[in-house]
């Protein structure tokens, strides 16, 4: 922790002596896309893209969970996706999924969240997880991350954007151990190199 507090403290320093950030950061963010992603410390949303300060509009949850969109429902999700598409206007939604997600493993192996019984029942809102195929040892999150952009899709701002193209919808799976990202073809639900 240490460090951490270490780097916090003298961070305005950095800033400083990066004219480009600092003038980025004078100038308010203005988002190129929506990073929806896993709370995992493993997954760094301005590594992977190589985002500047005030280029991604992110969103992280355990799992990167998205709820179903329920009218009059008060989710810190759905107030964040309202805020990125009607306030900020972003015209790119990336979910990004990841192997190895402590979160989704949960979801598969439920004994390992018996300690956690909020988180359980927060992973139980991908609701159209069992409707997903997952066999043998093949990854679990690439179909959970398939269930999150079904529930996207239907957030009903969302929904109109994308019906009048003026947003886009990216799927990417990120494997932790080698750096690849990959992006889902919905057409044929395979997953492609970017
Ligand atoms: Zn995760």
Redesign the pocket.
């Known amino acids: 922790m240490q460090s951490l507090i270490d780097h916090a403290r003298t961070f305005h320093k950095r800033v400083r002596g990066d004219r480009e950030q600092a003038a980025t950061l004078r100038e308010g963010a203005s988002p190129q896309a929506m990073f929806i992603t896993?709370?995992?410390a493993q997954?760094i949303p301005s590594l992977i893209t190589g985002a500047r300060p005030g280029e991604l509009f992110e969103l992280r949850t355990?799992?990167?969970v998205i709820p179903p969109y329920r009218l009059g429902r008060l989710t810190a999700e759905a107030a964040t996706i309202e805020y990125a598409v009607n306030i900020l206007g972003v015209e790119d939604l990336i979910v990004c999924g990841?192997t190895h997600?402590?979160?989704?493993q949960g979801r598969v192996r439920s004994w390992t969240l018996r300690s956690a019984p909020t988180t359980r029942w927060w992973l139980l809102q991908t609701h159209r997880w069992r409707e997903a195929r997952v066999t043998g040892d093949e990854e679990p999150g690439r179909a959970h991350l398939i269930a999150q952009l079904d529930k996207l899709r239907r957030y009903p701002r969302v929904a109109r954007r994308l019906a009048g193209g003026r947003l886009r919808l990216h799927g990417w799976f990120y494997e932790v151990h080698t750096g690849v990202v990959s992006n889902y073809q919905p057409e044929t639900g395979a997953f492609t190199p970017l």
């Open positions: 896993c709370s995992d997954v355990a799992g990167n990841h997600c402590g979160a989704v």
